[in-house]
């Protein structure tokens, strides 16, 4: 069922104007999984330092949705987060061999819908940072 | 482009389990995003409604699940691009056993916390 594909060295970011769909699809799925579990680590650690007692907790959540680049990086991190989840949607299509003709438009509908769904949502995470 | 292909061969336990964490990951970040950014507001978070919601058994056992899923997928993703990169031999091992070791700590950790936020014990 599956045949190796020869892809080229994506690896060498110099030839970015000849990458294809699915290379800025592998580009945008690996960034947005390390920016992730990055995140899931910080998560863990920002939430073991702040429960320590109910005071502490709500003062340290509040504390930082204070801060205006905290809203920002939050924007950022549904920005994401939505690509990671609807490019994966797509891989497991794919993985699946369903739709394999529309790999292609699958990702640049990930990525309008990703950034539809992170614009509708700015005012959301920005209400009441100003 | 319409061939198949892709970077994986189906074959193996941490291939498939990438791909079972990653159905239910889809489905429970989407659910933990909308909750705790658009139903309930980040802002708006405090300790109280957090142990109400943590201390329902279903609710609490969905995140302890979405902790080891997400720390699996994530853990496993970091494991593969970097094999992807070229790592092999010794310092494979050794990425390997260090990448373990912080996913056991991770999900210890996150699962003291989590209990920590309940009144279940």
Do not use: C
């Not at chain 1, 924007?75 to 994401?80: E, F, I, Y």
Request: aromatic share 14%; no cysteine; net charge neutral.
């Amino acid at each position: 069922m599956s045949q190796s594909y020869d892809r080229g060295l994506i690896e060498d970011f110099g030839r970015w104007t000849e990458f294809s769909a699915g290379m800025w699809a592998w580009i945008f799925h690996k960034f947005t999984g390390w920016v992730l579990i990055g995140y899931l680590f910080t998560h863990i650690a920002v939430l073991s330092t702040a429960t320590v007692d109910g005071a502490t907790y709500t003062q340290t959540l509040q504390g930082l949705e204070s801060l205006l680049v905290v809203r920002f990086l939050e924007v950022g991190l549904l920005a994401v987060a939505v690509f990671h989840i609807l490019n994966g949607v797509r891989l497991l299509f794919v993985d699946l061999g369903i739709g394999l003709e529309s790999q292609d438009k699958a990702f640049y509908a990930a990525l309008i819908v990703s950034a539809a769904i992170t614009v509708a949502s700015i005012p959301t995470f920005l209400m009441g940072a100003f | 482009m319409a061939d198949y292909y892709s970077s994986f061969e189906p074959k193996g336990t941490r291939w498939l389990f990438q791909r079972l964490t990653a159905a239910f990951l889809v489905v429970v970040l989407a659910y933990h995003f909308m909750l705790l950014h658009f139903v309930n507001h980040a802002a708006d978070i405090t300790f109280a409604g957090t142990q109400v919601r943590m201390s329902q058994l279903g609710y609490f056992l969905t995140m302890v699940l979405f902790l080891i899923a997400g720390t699996f997928h994530g853990v496993n993703g970091v494991y593969n691009a970097l094999v992807n990169q070229g790592l092999e031999g010794t310092p494979k091992t050794a990425v390997k056993w260090l990448l373990i070791v912080a996913s056991v700590a991770l999900i210890a950790q996150g699962i003291r916390v989590a209990i920590a936020m309940t009144n279940l014990i």
